[in-house]
């Protein structure tokens, strides 16, 4: 038997808690610390009898719940990979992250929601997804399902009690742990790779920082995406109770809040505005200290002021795929002027950041805007199989080129403005329009596509301008439909407008398409 725990470990982080203290609260049940352990060993001890070892990847498209963390405590145990999979995912997306991620396991929940998630994935063309042997079903309704072309296996038999606990522990702080999907200017979105000790070390800083709000927190965004995800492992770093909600709903949420002492919790600006209105009290959310927030679809003044009429109190944030979410957190104590900005003080004392003019390359003073760089221990290691786009990445100093527009205001302060590039936030998501174009122009009557995003009634939405092939005809709901059967909802357009040709300016370095004329189009059009 070889349990010894190695520092800077996923598993590190169990081995710190209190083996009796609850680690999750989910559906009126709690698991301890010792169970989550338990748990994970058994589902270990399966994988690695699967054949899943070292590198090998798991997929896990699956909700909020105990499973989730399960399967990725598991992985870590063998130092095989986890690859996050967004629940909105349908089929052209599925198959391309397990295509290219090589994963030979994928986890899911057929009845979730009333999705027929394996009717999606045994839609997907076999040869896409060659390398995938095992799907692990996962239910919480009566009977599981089997999904053809697959060996099936229950969730429940896998950790059932009879299964044998793994006696090993194989985490190691170098190895690959995470993968997350990144939007970017190609089609397919990048995989950025995460090791167990980014993750264990920012999960630390994070636990650290939030140790003045130190109770429950509430699970509600999703775990598949590092913003969800960070607050999870910051939780089980600081031995906080984690209260997992498997969708959001907002009365729901309240009641939870309020049974289970909630202090802490990280919200989408529209998820805030839904638990405002449902709480029909003079003082919101009274056992919540303060929150941390991301404005996607709001203006975050509206947003902020509006909390803080109610007695909630929020905090700007910064974080991406890449450094992982809460990488700079907005405190508390400052005006609510600053505390609505992006942004904020570095959550970990050894990471940086500055700001460079991309027009000149030089580095700039505080207060001045350009774009931001940043380093620290949460940094990712690469982009999966991709050495050119992770070179691109780094400046030869090894600061990340974020693509965003800021400043700083100090050595370890700093505030976000707005993506520098043309990248959507669609959904609280960030997606490559060219995902979406290139996926539209596989329609049979679509020659070009542009994609913009515009706000409609407080939602920031995709709109696609296209060309179409000589005779075709333009048929606006078909290809929205097109869109919504192929792709996550969130990235269907809105509305599709059709053009002669694109607006395009003529310059000594080419001919370019002025996306710019397109958005003030797609505003005045919707």
Known sequence: ?????????????????????????Y????????????????????????????????????????????????????????????????????????????A?????????????????????????????????????????????????????DLVDENSKPLDVDLADPE????????????????????????????????????????????QVLPLCGVFGFTQATASIAAGTPMVLMNAFDPQQAIDLIDRHDVHYLNATDDM?????????????????????????????????????????????????????????????DLSVERRM???GHLVSPQAAVRVRDVETGELLAHGEQGELEIKGPSLFREYFENPEATADAFTSDGFLRTGDMGYTVDEQSFVFLARMGDVLRLGGFLVSPVEIETYLQ???????????????????????FITLEPEQEFQEELLIDYCRDGLAGYKAPARVFELVE?????????????RARLREWASEWT
Request: glycine residues 8%; neutral net charge.
């Open 1 to 25: 038997m070889n349990r010894i725990v190695r520092k800077d470990t996923v598993t590190s982080l169990l081995a710190d808690q209190s083996p009796d203290a609850t680690a999750i609260i």
């Open 27 to 102: 559906a009126g049940e709690r698991l301890t610390y010792a169970d989550l352990d338990t748990l994970s060993r058994r589902m270990a001890a399966q994988l690695r009898s699967l054949g899943i070892g070292p590198g090998d990847r798991v997929a896990i498209w699956l909700p909020n719940t105990p499973a989730y963390m399960v399967i990725y405590l598991a992985c870590a145990r063998l130092a095989a990979i986890a690859v996050a999979v967004n629940t909105r995912y349908r089929a052209v997306e599925v198959a391309d992250i397990v295509a290219r991620s090589g």
């Open 104 to 156: 030979r396991v994928l986890a899911t929940w057929p009845g979730f929601r009333n999705i027929d998630f394996l009717g999606i994935l045994t839609s997907i063309d076999y040869e896409a997804v060659s390398a995938l042997e095992h799907v692990i079903i996962y239910a919480e309704e009566e009977g599981d399902s089997e999904v053809e072309r697959f060996t099936s296996h229950s969730y429940r």
């Open 175 to 218: 190895a690959g742990s995470n993968i997350y999907t990144t939007s970017g200017t190609t089609k397919a979105p990048k995989f950025v790779l995460h090791t167990q000790q980014s993750i264990v070390r920012h999960a630390r800083a994070v636990s650290s920082r939030l140790a003045a709000v130190a109770g429950a927190q509430l």
């Open 272 to 332: 805030i505005e839904a638990l405002l209105d449902a709480d029909t009290r003079e003082q919101a959310l009274p056992s919540v200290r303060y929150c941390g927030f991301g404005s996607f679809n709001s203006d975050p003044e509206v947003v902020i002021r509006g909390a803080e009429s109610r007695g909630l109190q929020l905090v700007g944030l910064y974080g991406m795929s890449e450094v992982q979410a809460l990488f700079a957190m907005q405190s508390a």
């Open 341 to 343: 900005l992006g942004g």
């Open 442 to 464: 596989e329609h049979p009557s679509v020659a070009g596509c542009q994609v913009v995003a515009v706000n409609l009634a407080g939602r920031m939405r995709a709109v696609a």
């Open 502 to 514: 694109f607006p395009v300016t003529h310059s000594a370095n080419g001919t370019k398409i002025q």
